[in-house]
């Protein structure tokens, strides 16, 4: 099985090249003659079914725990349950390689059959497209044919495998990784398009047709991006959700980039403008989801989730720096375009929102490597900590929210759309301001954050339900997509400022107060599972003398792995939810805890969701050139 599963991705490889010297033939030598598009798509999809194969193998050696596959040896053992040895397929370098490979194959099969593809493209801009798309694909199983081939033997086999990291056993990391996957590959079709389109001569026509496949992406990436968070609340115990690791700050870049081209396209498909700005944006989506693989894998940067130098780096930097230098080539073309309306207009304040996305995007590329970076004159650089990033990229979300309320205010032509909207609008605003200031939230970026976001909400139904945009099913997309966002932003600017947390020692039948809560710690007990020793401790929660319910936070050791792992526990609450972690305890069953009070940060999780199904909503819209 080893060598079918090799073997197939080294047909994928020939096909690819292949399929990309018909098209060059086509384009450079046949061009007189009939165009026989069948080929290229043919080999499209052959290259989808032997990745598919290969890919099988792989997800079939992990479930039946085949340690004769050096992949499955490294990432699985014999206790590790199903769905997690088959979420292995993802944890490491070459296993995730091969899965971003194929969610780019399935994606170019997708693209076949879409209106974009039959209606939109011209023969020769099918040709063009296939030669792009063969190349990146190319590129990728040439890695997992050489220095990434997750397809190794170990002979004899072992017996047992290495295991899983328990940090990657949670049910965030089953749906964490595929859907960043599918968001980094996803932006593979918009920048051929672009690039084809442009090398055609058509600069002014190539948003439309690519709209719905980056808005696509951009939702994948973006429900990644939360499930991340999310995962890392719940798993790794400190209590928060975003800790500016340089790997998460890097899956962020191309959602800054990608955010940033989606308003700034708008302004070119309606005003006719900013032509070369938005080519290079949708390319430097593409190009930080690269980026990100590079810091990952290169060992540029320590992090968590970094997988350590394995030879990919060269290969990746080359292929950024090609790829840069054909954008940048394209960039001198002389291109006619109008001049941009004045500031205040929707035009000029999406043009300052997009800006400032691309600004904080440069800000975290240089702080993530800034260890690189400062070695040109220290000889022990030091990294950027949370504190950075809060304080230089914070108040620029929230400047973002401001321009965001302010722009669903006015229309294209710089007048207010309702002067009774704006009011109540400005109403909600300043009002929310002062209630929470007077609820104690005395925090400026806070204040201003939650009264623009209550805000935009009160705008965003009031549009959807007066003008009746709800009748618009990509209308109802974009505005659902902005409340969601809105409520996001309120837990986030809830959630972050005013955690409170306290770490504690107690004793059994011991208990404590904190803030308004009274927690009784009641026993230390053991548990066994297959392959895992578990110490829980058992918590009862009390709130002004009413029982609220039983916190069971553990410690846990797995096979394999010496280092003890927290398992969390919270009560959830759409207020203030309460989080228990257990750092330690000793034989007499004395315990260390952390508690946190995180307010209102369930919000984030729900705003997240709803701006994720909205945003799946704003694909459908039909797209014509």
């Not at 079939?60 to 499955?72: G, I, P, Q, T």
């Not at 996803?186 to 808005?215: H, Q, S």
């Not at 990229?393 to 309320?405: G, K, Y």
């Not at 005013?498 to 230390?524: C, R, T």
Request: a positive charge.
């Amino acid at each position: 099985m080893h060598y079918v599963a090799f073997f197939s991705l080294l047909l994928s490889l020939l096909i690819g090249i292949l399929g990309g010297g018909i098209s060059i033939y086509f384009l450079l030598v046949n061009q007189g003659e009939e165009i026989k598009l069948s080929y290229l798509e043919l080999c499209q999809k052959l290259i989808t079914a032997t990745v598919l194969l290969s890919s099988f193998i792989l997800f079939y050696a992990l479930a039946v725990k085949d340690f004769s596959f050096s992949y499955v040896h490294d990432y699985t053992d014999s206790f590790l349950p199903l769905f997690y040895r088959l979420s292995a397929f993802w944890a490491g370098q070459d296993g995730s390689f091969l899965f971003w490979l194929l969610c780019i194959a399935l994606l170019g099969v997708f693209f076949i059959f879409t209106p974009t593809y039959r209606e939109n493209l011209r023969d020769r801009e099918k040709i063009l497209f296939w030669v792009f798309y063969f190349l990146i694909e190319a590129f990728f199983l040439l890695m997992l044919t050489g220095p990434s081939n997750p397809f190794l033997k170990l002979d004899p086999a072992p017996v047992e495998g290495r295991g899983l990291n328990p940090l990657l056993q949670n049910v965030g990391m089953i749906f964490h990784p595929p859907l960043l996957f599918l968001g980094y590959a996803g932006f593979t079709l918009p920048a051929c398009l672009a690039l084809v389109f442009w090398l055609e001569g058509r600069y002014k026509d190539w948003f439309r047709p690519i709209r719905n496949l980056t808005v696509l992406a951009w939702v994948f990436l973006t429900i990644g991006i939360l499930l991340g968070g999310w995962w890392s609340y719940m798993e790794l115990g400190w209590g928060g959700y975003w800790a500016w690791d340089p790997v998460e700050n890097a899956s962020l870049i191309p959602w800054l980039f990608a955010t940033a081209y989606l308003h700034l396209s708008l302004i070119s498909r309606r005003k006719k403008t900013l032509y070369k700005t938005s080519y290079a944006l949708i390319h430097l989506s593409f190009l930080s989801c690269i980026f990100v693989t590079f810091l990952v894998r290169s060992n540029v940067v320590e992090s968590l989730h970094a997988f350590g130098s394995t030879g990919v780096g060269t290969p990746l930097v080359v292929f950024m720096m090609v790829y840069l230098g054909i954008v940048i080539l394209n960039l001198f073309v002389k291109v006619s375009s109008k001049s941009l309306d004045e500031v205040w207009s929707k035009s000029g304040l999406l043009f300052i929102t997009s800006w400032i996305l691309i600004f904080i995007g440069i800000i975290i590329i240089m702080g993530t490597m800034w260890p690189v970076i400062s070695k040109l004159w220290s000889s022990s650089p030091i990294g950027l900590d949370a504190k950075f990033y809060n304080k230089v990229c914070l108040p620029l979300f929230v400047l973002i929210s401001i321009v965001l309320f302010f722009c669903f205010l006015i229309n294209w032509q710089g007048s207010l759309k309702s002067k009774t909207l704006s009011f109540v609008a400005m109403l909600l605003a300043l009002g929310s301001i002062g209630l929470f200031y007077f609820l104690g939230y005395a925090n400026l970026l806070s204040l201003l954050a939650i009264g623009v976001s209550i805000g935009l909400i009160g705008t965003v139904l009031f549009s959807l339900f007066k003008e009746k945009l709800y009748k618009n099913i990509s209308f109802l997309g974009v505005y659902g997509l902005h409340l969601g966002l809105a409520i996001l932003v309120i837990g986030v600017a809830l959630s972050g400022p005013f955690k409170q947390e306290k770490e504690l020692i107690l004793s059994p039948q011991k208990k404590v107060a904190f803030s308004n809560y009274e927690l009784h710690y009641e026993d230390l007990v053991q548990k066994e599972e297959p392959g895992i020793k578990i110490f829980e401790a058992k918590f009862k929660l009390y709130k002004q003398k009413k029982y609220l319910g039983e916190l069971l936070p553990q410690k846990r050791l797995y096979a394999h792995f010496e280092q003890p792992f927290v398992e969390v526990d919270t009560y959830p609450s759409l207020g203030q939810e309460v989080y228990i972690s257990l750092l330690g305890f000793d034989e007499d069953k004395n315990v260390s805890i952390k508690v946190s009070l995180n307010p209102a940060i369930n919000w984030v999780w729900i705003g997240g969701s709803i701006l994720s199904l909205f945003g799946l909503l704003a694909v459908f819209r039909k797209q014509k050139i």
